[in-house]
Nanobody, 125 residues
Framework: VQLQASGGGLVQAGGSLRLSCVAS????????IGWFRQAPGKEREGVSC????????YYGDSVKGRFAISSDNAKNTVYLQMNSLKPEDTAVYYC???????????????????WGQGTEVTVSS
């Protein structure tokens, strides 16, 4: 099982980035995929989640209206489009997978079975 996150980088406030999470080694359609982030000195927090089973979506309050998650099941890939980025979005972003056959959304780090290595996002003011 492998999750490969990419797409991070340095961007100015107000800019955009698109993160990708490519999954392999498991049946993608039977999982929920979540994006989490961890800033220095802070706990890891849930950003967004999508059910690859039924497309149900969750966003954390801090990113609603700015971030958009999507899934390309044919490519075993989940994207996180991040717009109107703010300095407080600076963090290492991780994708994670949770086996699920019901189409549920999962928001806690403890819910997830597999984790990617993280991609760093830095937003300058």
């Amino acid at each position: 099982v492998q999750l490969q996150a990419s797409g991070g980088g340095l961007v100015q406030a107000g800019g955009s980035l698109r993160l990708s999470c490519v999954a392999s080694g498991f049946t993608f359609d039977d999982h929920a995929i979540g994006w989490f982030r961890q800033a220095p000195g802070k706990e890891r927090e849930g950003v967004s989640c999508i059910s690859a089973n039924n497309g149900k979506i969750y966003y954390g309050d801090s990113v609603k209206g700015r971030f958009a998650i999507s899934s390309d099941n044919a490519k075993n890939t989940v994207y996180l489009q991040m717009n109107s980025l703010k300095p407080e979005d600076t963090a290492v972003y991780y994708c994670a997978a949770k086996e699920d056959y019901s189409g549920r959304i999962y928001v806690r780090t403890s819910d997830y079975d597999y984790w990617g290595q993280g991609t760093e996002v830095t937003v300058s003011s």
